[in-house]
């Protein structure tokens, strides 16, 4: 079997860790994998990137490296992520365009190079790793972090925001292992949609009380209205993914919160925030 080597950039966060736990219950003895972050190398450094691939010779990469931060993130640096003109919704249009721009790249490389570059679309992720920052990052991982000072100083725990808007999460571990397989198996150039499936989605309300109860926290649980909402729903259809993988068990979202919040415990002294 001829050996194949996976570099992972960015691999530093969530995702990162998501494909290490996921390798560690399917590691194959011909696929070598690096982690690398952006101590390694500044891959806006073209002379770095370049002796990076010389020196592993990756045959294949899984591309993790990237400015993410969550709604109000978003919303405040535009600007930072912006790539392209054009209306997905006003909260991350930066963002979003810099993600479809590679699904652009992909097809180019593929017709001029024949490359065979894909990309993936997850919906909401969130898992150990993930950036606990209050304000700047992900919202289940922003809830876990104010519900974790809630239970600590006895204060109310507040949901930005009505609690009404839904969505669908996939925790990181499941994403590692999706990941692992379109590196693998997946054959085709087009995006894949990552995504629990759609009778999954549940409401910002509802995850915050999983939240709480993962804490044991038995305050207050205020809405702070004044706060953006983003969009209603973002619900996106895995009918692809399932026509590939029709029997993947997703973890239950009650049990990848209570990881993530042990994680989150265990781990607070060192964890991004
Ligand atoms: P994000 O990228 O993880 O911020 O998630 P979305 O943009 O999909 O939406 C976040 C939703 O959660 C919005 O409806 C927010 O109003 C709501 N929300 C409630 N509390 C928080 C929080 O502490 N942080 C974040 N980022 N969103 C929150």
């Not at 026509?243 to 993530?260: G, M, N, R, S, V």
Request: charged share 25%; aromatic share 12%; proline share 4%.
């Amino acid at each position: 079997m001829a050996e194949i080597v996976i570099m992972v950039t960015g691999s530093s966060g969530m995702v990162g860790h998501g494909i290490q736990l996921a390798l560690e219950e399917d590691k194959k003895p011909n696929e070598k994998w690096i982690f690398l972050s952006s101590k390694d190398a500044d891959l806006r450094d073209r002379e770095a990137t370049k002796i990076l691939f010389e020196k592993y010779k990756p045959t294949h990469v899984v591309h993790l490296a990237a400015k993410v931060g969550g709604l109000f993130n978003n919303m405040e640096h535009n600007c930072d992520f912006y790539l392209h003109n054009g209306p997905p919704h006003f909260s991350s249009y930066g963002y979003s365009y810099a993600k479809r721009m590679i699904e652009v790249m992909n097809y180019v490389y593929n017709d001029q190079y024949g490359c065979q570059f894909t990309s993936i679309i997850p919906c909401n992720v969130f898992g150990p790793h993930d950036n606990f920052n209050l304000t700047g990052g992900h919202m289940l991982a922003g809830l876990i972090h104010k519900a974790y000072l809630a239970e600590r100083y006895d204060q109310p725990f507040v949901i930005w925001g009505t609690g009404k808007p839904l969505r669908q999460f996939i925790y990181s571990v499941d994403l590692g292992r999706l990941i692992i397989w379109v590196l693998r198996e997946y054959p085709e150039i087009e995006p894949i949609i990552l995504a629990a499936d759609e009778e999954d989605e549940i409401s910002i309300r509802d995850t915050g009380e999983l939240v709480v109860k993962a804490f044991g926290y038995q305050g207050e649980i205020v809405h702070d209205v004044s706060k953006s909402e983003g969009q209603f729903k973002k619900t996106a259809s895995n009918a692809k993914l399932r026509k590939y993988l029709p029997d993947f068990k997703f973890t239950p979202i009650k049990q990848a919160i209570e990881e993530t919040v042990d994680w989150f415990r265990k781990n607070y002294e060192i964890a991004k925030k």
